[in-house]
């Protein structure tokens, strides 16, 4: 009982490192964004088109800044976060697993990159243009600079995360916790997963911008689905 209390003290203790390092990567990327958070917000406001943004308060202008900030941060401090994850769950992989830490970081560095990309490059322009397109000619757009980056900084970030599912998927797989054919016998059940998903990300309940965010949700679990026999782990042969 008491060997069980340690370890489960030394696993705290272990998760609170792994956070504050985290959250120190945060910082540090936060401080380093702030020098260039006017520039990031000349980006971040592009897919918006002509949109005029407004400070509403005095406080506005600085706290905006501040956002954008804290979401460069968040984005630089991905790779990490990601081996401070994967780095507090090692104790419990395989020799052979845990090479794959390294692969594993890049792959979701390169995913995560890649969502934020297709995002900014094409979904958001249609959804922010559906979006304002629902005042008609009664309501005139007037937007706040602080709630334009709330929801720019959400939609990408989500969009970033959402392009892990395959990884996400087949590391699923390869761990034992789901078996190829079991994945492949879900797929009603992924298909309402990956409309959930696209309904929450997408900060519109538009049929078109849902369709175009769960598209590339549904090839990658297509693709996870032919690949999953390759990763998963070899039935053991019993010797005599």
Excluded at 29 to 52: C, D, E, M, Q, W
Excluded at 107 to 114: E, K, P, T
Excluded at 140 to 159: C, D, I, N, P
Aim: proline share 6%; aromatic share 12%.
């Amino acid at each position: 009982m008491a060997d069980n209390r340690m370890k489960f003290l030394e696993h705290i203790a272990e998760l609170r490192k792994r956070l504050m390092v985290s959250a120190l990567a945060v910082a540090v990327g936060f401080s380093g964004s702030l020098f260039f958070s006017v520039p990031l917000l000349r980006v971040l406001i592009k897919p918006a088109g002509n949109l005029h943004l407004v400070f509403l308060s005095p406080m506005e202008p600085f706290l905006v800044k501040v956002k954008v900030a804290f979401f460069a941060g968040m984005a630089l401090a991905l790779p990490v976060i990601l081996y401070e994850i994967l780095a507090f769950a090692a104790p419990g992989m395989k020799k052979k697993e845990k090479r794959l830490i390294f692969p594993i970081i890049v792959s979701m560095i390169i995913l995560f990159v890649g969502g934020v990309a297709f995002g900014y490059r094409f979904i958001m322009p249609i959804s922010t243009a559906w979006l304002l397109a629902q005042a008609g000619e009664i309501m005139k757009a007037s937007v706040s600079a602080s709630s334009y980056v709330t929801y720019a900084g959400w939609f990408l970030l989500g969009f970033g995360i959402s392009f892990e599912t395959p990884l996400f998927v087949l590391l699923m797989v390869r761990l034992g916790v789901i078996s190829p054919q079991k994945l492949r016998s879900s797929w009603r059940y992924a298909l309402l997963i990956i409309l959930l998903i696209s309904a929450v990300i997408t900060p519109d309940w538009s049929p078109i911008t849902m369709a175009v965010m769960a598209g590339p949700m549904l090839i990658f679990y297509i693709l996870s689905c032919f690949l999953a026999g390759l990763v998963a782990p070899k039935p053991q042969t019993e010797t005599a």
